[in-house]
């Protein structure tokens, strides 16, 4: 098992950190009915009182859906917060770096350059597999985290399993694998590969097939050694009592969540049909998620026309492999009719 050296690892100040400690940190006790420990008002009841630090109750919860013991999950501000907290634990600013692959989500480069964290961008081969090798090459020995998200953002595939365990096996850092898409894919998560690669990061959200956007709910599953940093550097009351009671309220949906799945992955050859047929579009690429990448004759012209139109999709022709395409969502059957009939329309 490739077990990191925790210490050199995580950052020499979060080592030796001594977290915040709440007053709901200090009193854990049951039974109590008066609570005058936390400055909180008595009345307005029930949002006067501060959440759950740690959502015990609600991962208890992701816990028995995930399979994943509770000890292992980060619940957090959106899986956002979890991608900024790699960083500010592992990576010393100005001194260590990460590795990514190219193109992908812009959060991660967003975060490192905050952290004052060099990101070092290892392009996919031409129809956008990942290579283990080349990851591997581009990692030197202030190398803290690669970041590989599967099925990727904005190409929508998924990546093979071997390369990433590759990853898992070789590193002496973090590896992230986000899953942000995870619900739409047919393979199973990463999740099931934790008790074997303690360096393992997976990333989940409730933003995407769960339909939960806006509620800033994510969750990140890792050995319990991260999670415990993890929850020394995040903000003590990080996840609001809203946000815990309607991510539990969502668990319970798991049929509809299920339903809506089977909705947008029955639309979703349909829509990537008709576009690959039409003028406009030279190639559509495969996808293991909820939005497919279609290379157009002018994506920039197109988009400007579907939003006169009041259609938004994503123009990614500025990102790195992506030249000329669009990124679209697929949306029920009605939205998606609407792009179809004013891509008919166009006339380039
Ligand atoms: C949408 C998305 C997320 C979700 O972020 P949240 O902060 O949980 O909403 C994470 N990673 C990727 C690759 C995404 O596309």
Aim: aromatic share 10%.
């Amino acid at each position: 098992m490739n077990t990191p050296d925790w210490k050199s690892l995580v950052r020499p100040n979060v080592w030796h950190l001594a977290p915040y400690s709440s007053a709901r940190d200090e009193y854990t006790g049951q039974g109590a009915d008066v609570f005058l420990d936390a400055n909180e008002n008595p009345y307005n009841s029930p949002n006067n009182r501060y959440p759950d630090p740690l959502q015990r109750d609600l991962k208890q919860a992701v816990a028995r859906l995930k399979g994943v013991p509770a000890a292992n999950i980060f619940l957090g501000n959106g899986s956002d917060e979890a991608i900024d907290l790699v960083f500010r634990v592992f990576c010393r600013p100005g001194r260590d770096n990460v590795v990514a692959i190219d193109p992908t989500y812009g959060m991660y480069s967003v975060c490192a350059a905050i952290n004052d964290v060099e990101y070092r961008r290892v392009p996919l081969g031409p129809d956008f597999s990942l290579s283990a090798d080349k990851v591997l090459e581009a990692c030197g020995k202030d190398t803290k985290a690669i970041f590989v998200c599967s099925p990727n953002n904005p190409t929508g595939n998924a990546f093979d399993r071997k390369e990433m365990l590759r990853l898992c096996d070789t590193f002496g850092g973090m590896v992230v694998i986000d899953e942000a898409y995870g619900d739409f894919q047919a393979t199973p998560s990463m999740t099931a590969e934790l008790a074997e690669h303690p360096n393992l990061i997976v990333l989940q959200t409730f933003s995407k097939a769960w339909a939960s956007a806006a509620i800033r709910l994510g969750m990140a599953f890792a050995h319990a050694t991260v999670i415990g940093f993890f929850n020394k550097v995040k903000y003590p009351y990080n996840v609001n009592s809203l946000t815990q009671f309607e991510g539990a309220a969502m668990l319970k949906r798991r049929e509809d969540v299920e339903k809506w799945v089977k909705l947008i992955l029955t639309e979703r050859p349909k829509v990537m049909q008709a576009v690959s047929l039409l003028p406009c579009c030279t190639r559509v690429f495969p996808t293991d998620a909820n939005f497919f990448l279609a290379r157009m004759t002018d994506a920039d012209a197109i988009y400007d026309y579907l939003c006169q139109r009041g259609i938004v999709v994503r123009n990614r022709s500025r990102v790195a492999l992506c030249g000329n395409c669009l990124r679209i969502t697929i949306g029920t059957p009605q939205e998606n009719t609407a792009l179809l009939a004013a891509l008919r329309q166009w006339e380039g």
